[in-house]
């Protein structure tokens, strides 16, 4: 089965700071979502890439796809109190649409 | 409302009981999902449908679990016999051309 493994699992930063997580598969990634969720709520979306290099934004996240390492990686520039949270990747498999999530990584913004 | 609804919101029970929990999806959204998050297992999959073919079951615990899906829209998780490592915070997601959006989830706590 499909094993993600993410880095760091615990990330405090200094707001205004730059950071990055990264999600790394145990095989071929076929799909990879970004989700953020804070304590009690569920998942929210916030990307989802295809294809290798592949590279999304929103606002002042950043999303990247390698296929050939099979590795995505988020990157947050200038952080923000909002984005405190657990960050969770997941990966679709080949033909269906079910998700492996990986062990998420915790962000803290400190002031 | 515009996003996946879940009900109830906690939901907390003896060992032994049964319990059902909701899922209301987008409108619209062909495919719905039901995952599992506790602290030993982090997020898991339980069960996907797809249209009108058949789930497919393949994360479902034990067969103390179950869902349906009623006229293509929401659905129902059963979990029967409810044990001690059931609790959990279950979560729904839908999903129309592969973005999966997620409920905000039902805390189960079996006693």
């Known amino acids: 089965s499909q094993e993600l493994e993410q880095s760091p699992q615990s990330l405090i930063v200094q707001e205004g700071k730059n950071l990055t997580i990264n999600c790394t598969s145990s095989?071929?990634?076929?799909?990879l979502y970004w989700y953020k969720q804070k304590y009690g709520e569920g998942l929210i979306f916030l990307m989802m890439l295809q294809k290798g290099g592949e590279e999304k934004s929103h606002e002042k996240i950043t999303a990247k796809l390698d296929e050939k390492k099979q590795q995505s990686s988020l990157h947050i520039t200038a952080s923000q109190p909002s984005h405190a949270g657990i960050y969770l990747c997941g990966a679709a498999n080949f033909g269906n649409e079910k998700l492996t999530f990986g062990t998420g990584t915790r962000l803290t913004i400190i002031p | 409302g515009a996003g996946v609804s879940q009900s109830p919101s906690n939901k907390v029970t003896e060992k032994g009981k049964d319990v059902e929990l909701r899922c209301d999806p987008i409108s619209g959204h062909t495919a719905l999902y039901w995952y599992r998050q506790s602290l030993g297992q982090g997020l898991e999959f339980l069960i996907y449908?797809?249209?009108?073919?058949?789930?497919?079951k393949s994360g479902l615990p034990s067969d103390r679990f179950s869902a349906e899906r009623t006229g293509g829209s929401v659905s129902t998780l059963t979990i029967q016999r409810t044990q001690q490592e059931d609790s959990a915070v279950y979560l729904c997601a839908s999903s129309f051309r592969g973005s999966q959006y997620f409920g905000p989830g039902t805390r189960l706590t079996v006693l």
């Open positions: 449908f797809q249209g009108n073919s058949a789930p497919d």
């Open positions: 095989k071929t990634l076929y799909g």
